[in-house]
């Protein structure tokens, strides 16, 4: 088992099984190991949900009859080829057509998944003091749906506060939302779909002190911090 829990073996059959490129005896050994190891199957969910989310930026396209009559012409084949041995099922995977079908399907999928995450949105921010000296910089794209603050000098923290991240809408009628806690180190977080709205109807950032271990909604004394919110390249 320790061969799958290598990265670069399990990321590429998860890749495959989620692809549909994975047939056969390897799919259903592929499945009994999600089965006694579940995470692999998280890791399966996760390029599902991706190319699941490639699916909603292509545009619609009825299939052609000509594409049905192939579908069909194929089932029929099968189906008039009942006496052939089931160990004999690597066979088919050897025909020039399936190995051209299968490498025509990753490269579009490939060349989709590149166009698509290059026009994904992003946004960055440089956090400055009163004094314009930049103190952080944040970054968040929907790529990988992740916030990351990250401090550009050094920061001092008065005795008993703790820093405080927040996002100030465009519409000053909303309220005002925290994205959690920042130490020394900074912030690295994954967005939920309501913080990634926050975060596409934001014009600023900003950091604040409060007093440690308060839940406070909005920064009960200014913005220590803060820097308006630019649309940037996905990192």
């Known amino acids: 088992m320790k061969r799958y829990q290598n990265p670069d073996v ?12 994975m047939h056969g005896y390897a799919r259903k050994r592929f499945e009994r190991l999600m089965q006694q190891h579940p995470f692999l199957q998280v890791v399966v969910e996760e390029y599902d949900h ?29 189906e008039a080829m009942p006496h052939q041995s089931k160990s004999r099922w ?12 299968t490498a025509s399907f990753v490269l579009l999928v490939s060349l989709v998944f590149v166009n698509v995450t290059q026009n994904l949105p992003a946004y960055s921010c440089n956090l400055a003091a009163q ?36 996002c100030i809408p465009k519409d000053t009628t909303e309220p005002i939302m925290s994205l959690g806690m920042l130490t020394k180190t900074g912030l690295q977080m994954k967005l939920t779909p309501k913080n990634w709205k926050g975060i596409e109807e934001a014009h600023m950032f900003g950091i ?5 271990g308060s839940k406070v909604t909005k920064p009960t004394k200014g913005l220590i911090y803060k820097g308006n919110v630019k649309p940037s390249k996905p990192t």
């Open 10 to 21: 399990y990321e590429r059959l998860a890749l495959e099984y989620s692809l549909g490129t």
């Open 50 to 78: 991706k190319f699941a989310e490639l699916a909603t930026y292509l545009p619609e396209e009825k299939p052609s009859n000509q594409v049905w009559k192939n579908i069909e012409a194929q089932l029929d084949a099968e």
């Open 90 to 101: 690597w066979h088919i995977f050897t025909t020039k057509s399936f190995i051209a079908a």
């Open 131 to 166: 004094n314009a000296e930049i103190m952080f910089t944040a970054s968040a794209s929907k790529e990988n749906m992740k916030l990351k603050v990250l401090p550009a000098g050094k920061i001092e923290v008065p005795e008993g506060k703790q820093m405080y991240f927040w």
């Open 208 to 212: 604040s002190f409060e007093v440690k």
